[in-house]
């Protein structure tokens, strides 16, 4: 058999891919405007919030995203957005957020977030009164309180009981890997374990265990009636996280991602593990390049079960006319969508994407088909 040429294998797997991908249809817009986001239950308030700002002209598609992202900080969603929630191993509850605007492609994001519960309108500060992406930690706080926001504990009495249950039991669910004594029953303190990096089994050794603990976001985009597109994430991150730890929430292209020519997207899940991924950059990239929403969610996925077949991960998608889909792994994952004349929010449940076999992937059949020529 003839090995096609790197040229005629990248024309064939047009051919191949399109057909293959037509199977995964994306949901119907219910018109716009439009909201979206991550989780339902308690995050569907900050559908609600966002949707219904929407039907009040004044407001733009940024200004729902910070509101809804704002209910859910304020209403504590799950416990893993906002104050008092996901506490670190020193028991402080610190925040990421991030928006994105889809006409300038302009973004604002805090990452490590102390003593501020505003997290996600401090972002917008950032967003529209600097030239940065970007700020963290103390400097963050510092540039919050020169904006007008309040300084407060972001720790409850909840949230530090939790974390001295936490630390009594031995620290288990800790993100510490390669270290002494054993972070699977002790609190530390901690010494690195020298790693021979050319070993057999390093790769394996940089994978954290198993019984890492919640890691939810609210990520949201929202579409207005005249087709002005935003995205924006809010998160308090990984609970018992090492203290400093920025999860993917506040990075552009993987908690979410937005640009009006084309669509948005939000993802939730294990943030150290998908922001090597920027999975809502590709799901994007992957509708500008002709795949429904539905097929660059599952797309977005399957790329990282290849690598981490056991990765929990919830990915939304949203094309710039209001269709759209998801995929997740690992758990399942559900979607909350507003838009049109929707009365109510409508919450979407989202099975895992099966792992192994010829269903791991939306490209499955690629490798055969081109064997066959």
């Given amino acids: 058999m003839a090995i096609p040429s790197p040229a005629r294998v990248v024309s064939l797997s047009s051919s191949i891919l399109l ?10 817009s219910p018109g716009l405007p439009l909201v979206i986001n991550t989780w339902g239950g308690s995050f569907a308030a ?58 300038s492609m302009k973004t604002g994001a ?29 400097q963050a706080t510092r540039f919050a309180l020169e904006n007008g926001f309040v300084e407060g504990d ?40 020298p790693l021979d990096s050319s070993a057999e089994g390093y790769h394996r050794l940089l994978v954290a265990g198993e019984e890492a603990a919640s890691h939810d976001t609210i990520s949201m985009v929202a579409i207005h009636a005249s087709g002005v597109m935003a995205a924006g994430t809010s998160t308090n991150g990984a609970a018992h996280k090492v203290p400093g730890r920025v999860g993917d929430g506040p990075i552009v292209g993987s908690g979410s991602y937005v640009d009006g020519d084309v669509g948005g ?40 079960v290849r690598k981490y077949p056991k990765i929990e991960s919830g990915v939304v998608v949203v094309n710039k006319k209001g269709e759209h889909g998801a995929a997740a792994s690992g758990w399942t994952f559900t979607y909350a969508v507003r838009g049109g004349d929707m009365g109510a929010t409508e919450v979407i449940t989202v099975p895992p994407v099966e792992v192994g076999g010829r269903s791991h992937s939306v490209n499955s059949g690629w490798p055969r088909a081109i064997a066959e020529l």
Avoid at 180 to 190: E, H, I, N, Q, V
Avoid at 277 to 296: I, S
């Fill in 110 to 138: 805090v990452a490590g977030l102390r003593r501020v519960r505003d997290a996600v309108g401090v972002a917008r500060h950032v967003l529209e009164h600097t030239s940065h992406s970007l700020i963290v930690g103390d």
């Fill in 265 to 304: 997207c939000g993802a939730t899940g294990d943030g150290d593990v998908m922001m090597r991924f920027l999975p809502c950059y590709q799901a994007v990239e992957n509708m500008r390049r002709g795949m429904t929403p539905q097929e660059a969610a599952e797309d977005v996925v399957r790329r990282m």
């Fill in 46 to 103: 900050a559908t609600d919030a966002a949707y219904l700002a929407l039907l009040d002209p004044p407001t733009s598609a940024l200004d729902a995203v910070e509101l809804g992202c704002a209910t859910c900080e304020r209403n504590q969603c799950d416990s893993t957005v906002g104050f008092g929630g996901s506490p670190d191993e020193a028991c402080e509850t610190t925040l990421d957020a991030l928006l994105m605007d889809g006409v």
């Fill in 154 to 193: 972001l720790a409850t009495p909840e949230s530090r009981a939790r974390c001295e249950a936490w630390r009594e039991a031995g620290c288990r669910g800790n993100y510490r890997i390669n270290v002494l004594p054993d972070p699977a029953t002790s609190c530390g303190p901690y010494t690195p374990l």
């Fill in 19 to 28: 057909p293959l991908l037509s199977l995964a249809h994306a949901r119907p």
